[in-house]
């Protein structure tokens, strides 16, 4: 999951960039809001984590724009403000959650969760596809009775591909919702990490999970045999 964290403090925004990236969020960050406007019209975010003391035009005008425009993408603000009216104007402005500053780093991460399960659908804590099940609140793995474990970028793949399980997810997509804006495209790294899944998913079964589409990407399915699949 890709999110745009825009805050104009930069010791801050780079600790907190640390501390998401460590759980497994690709993470992008803005310095002030006429830089988020842009990010978010020209990459394609799950979530913008927006402070509202921002240079240049303020988190609440920040987020005015988006919802005027049109967008759907889940907006949690944070602010040093403490006050019910300024709780109030960051909800009246579209965000569909507030958070004060400071804030203890668990409850952040739950209601990032909270929000992204939301979406634009409710999605499940547990992701099944065939015998994998994924719990993406203690991003544990279980395939049958075994224990998988993955590194940060390896859940934030797996965790990505089984959210459109059955549906074939192509390079570019992963790597716009997997990797952030630093991500290289001639670079061979997505296809060696789905060479990691795939050694960690279905090695030792009889059915496998993580299939090659020839020519179109990548897709957890069930275990049926699929035309096209390598």
Sequence with gaps: MRILLVEDQPDAAQILAKGLREQSY????????????????????????????????SGLDVCRELRTTGSALPILMLTARDAVEERVQGLDAG????????????????????LLRRGPAVRPAILQVGDLMIDTRSRRALRGNQIIEFTSKEYALV??????????VGRAEIAEHVWDENFDPFSNVIEVYIQRLRRK???????????TVRGE??????GEPIADVE
């Excluded at 507030?98 to 409850?107: G, N, T």
């Excluded at 965790?159 to 074939?168: M, N, P, S, T």
């Design 159 to 168: 965790d990505y591909l089984a959210r459109h399980a059955g549906r074939v």
């Design 95 to 114: 965000a569909d959650d507030y958070l004060s500053k400071p804030f203890d780093f668990p409850e952040l991460l739950a209601r990032i969760r909270a």
């Design 217 to 222: 990407g990548y897709m957890l399915c069930s």
């Design 26 to 57: 690709a993470v992008d960050i803005a310095g002030d809001g006429d830089t988020a406007l842009y990010q978010a019209s020209v990459n394609d975010y799950d979530l913008i984590l927006l402070d509202v003391m921002l240079p240049r035009r």
């Design 201 to 211: 998913i279905d090695d030792g079964y009889r059915r496998r999970l993580l299939c």
